[in-house]
């Protein structure tokens, strides 16, 4: 099978980049379907009557005689489903509310010529006050302290690689791996640094969900960045792209669950243990300043930010976009919880309740002492607002939070543009 380049493969992740924003712009359909909270906040205050305005457009005009589908209530729970709605001149309107401090959604469906066209909207009551369910075990620190000592009684046994095909005028990329939490485990990753000889902050890149190849983040590295991006599962980051739909599709298939009923060996150990020996690794690098260093990420990666945060004081700098794995248990409390929505659908098997609690990203957000930026929006579906404000409220760091009420499981542009900065500001003194 003929191998397939970083060039390659960092073209087509931006060509997919490129695709699936546009996918999440309504101004990309045919029809367009916009439900509009009447608070420009889109926030409230409990038991405060919400009203979502409906508007169903086909080039610009409301559409006559259009059927909608929709769905209400709490995020992730709806209490209220009808089919079949015809909407004689376009639009329409609906209220909620909520009594206790959480977020309430509207999703609609326009149904023209058999396909389905979405809208939703979600309201924010006193999201400030949203208190986690999960609970914070006696022994938490003990657990992870003791992780992480026992994978330093290993040597890092470096292994650092130049790729040729990924340097730039400006920065070396290197393809590396070090050891993590037991003999024969590794972290693989991507390590882009300044040409110019000096020294230099860094930055930790930590993964959304899934099983990719990574290229290095030759950019930042021209700015005077070092920068390492990893990956969690144990493998090279640098192979055949089918490698890794191989591995999605079969042997790591639903990772995040296995052996979530054992504290010990449940899965996100060596991913969470992995982050720390990856700061590790930068300090032993000779380019960096030895002492700034910032982490990143989202989805997956924003919890994996708040983890290594809550984990290594080193971490000067948080910055999370969408974090997932925020309180589990939400949904156990009749209300949603965070991304994979381990107990959405199924009740809880013995011993995952009490495993999944050393692994919360609520109770590494209790630990956290970096200053951070967060950023979300209300309307994601995959990481609800809920359980991501779980965690950002029992942040006692200093903390700035940029809500884009209108993003969902996305960001725009300028989302990125104000973290970047915000980044660049805190490790070099400039935007």
Not at 188 to 209: E, N
Not at 271 to 277: I, K, N
Not at 336 to 345: D, L, Q, S, T, V
Not at 396 to 410: C, D, R, S
């Amino acid at each position: 099978m003929k191998k397939i380049t970083f060039r390659v493969i960092a073209q087509f992740m931006l060509l997919l980049a490129i695709t699936i924003t546009a996918a999440a712009q309504s101004g990309t359909q045919l029809i367009k379907v916009i439900v509009s909270p009447d608070h420009h906040d889109w926030t409230y205050k409990v038991n405060e009557k919400a009203t979502f305005t409906v508007h169903v457009l086909k080039y610009g005009n409301l559409m006559e005689n259009v059927t909608i589908n929709y769905e209400a209530g709490p995020e992730a729970l709806p209490d209220k489903r009808e089919e079949g709605v015809v909407l004689k001149n376009g639009k329409t309107e609906f209220t909620g509310t909520m009594k206790v401090p959480g977020f309430y959604r509207v999703r609609v469906w326009a149904v023209v010529d058999g396909k389905r066209y979405e809208g939703l909207a979600t309201a924010g009551f006193e999201p400030e006050k949203i208190t986690p369910t999960v609970k914070d075990p006696a022994d938490f620190d003990a657990f992870w302290n003791n992780a992480i000592a026992e994978a330093r009684k290993l040597s890092l046994d470096p292994i650092i690689t130049l790729v040729p095909e990924r340097c730039t005028s400006d920065a070396n990329v290197y393809h590396v791996s070090f050891q993590n939490n037991s003999y024969g485990s590794r972290i693989y990753g991507m390590l882009a640094i300044p040409k110019k000889p000096g020294k230099y902050p860094a930055i930790l890149r930590v993964p959304g969900a899934g099983i990719r190849p990574y290229a290095g983040d030759t950019r930042l590295a021209s700015m005077g960045f070092i920068t390492l991006e990893i990956g969690i599962h144990g493998i090279p980051v640098n192979l055949d792209a089918q490698v890794y739909a191989n591995l999605n599709a079969g042997a790591l298939a639903g990772y995040n669950a296995i052996r979530m009923n054992d504290k010990n060996t449940h899965y996100y150990k060596r991913v969470y243990v992995g982050c720390v020996r990856a700061v590790d690794f930068i300090y032993t690098l000779p380019e960096f300043d030895g002492a700034n260093v910032a982490v990143t990420g989202g989805s997956q990666g924003g919890a994996l930010t708040i983890v290594t945060a809550g984990l290594d004081n080193r971490i000067k700098y948080a910055a999370a976009l969408y974090p997932a794995l925020c309180d589990h248990t939400g949904y156990l409390n009749k209300r949603a919880g965070g991304w994979p929505h381990y107990f959405r659908n199924t009740e809880p098997k013995p011993g995952e309740i009490e495993t999944l609690q050393y692994y919360d990203v609520v109770n590494f957000a209790r630990r956290v002492k970096a200053p951070g930026f967060y950023t979300w929006g209300y309307n994601d579906l995959t990481c609800p607002p809920t359980s991501m404000f779980s965690a950002f409220n029992v942040i006692t760091a200093p903390k700035e939070l940029h809500i884009f009420q209108e993003t969902g499981h996305w960001t725009f542009p300028e989302q990125y543009e104000i973290l970047n900065g915000w980044l660049s500001e805190k490790l070099i003194g400039r935007k």
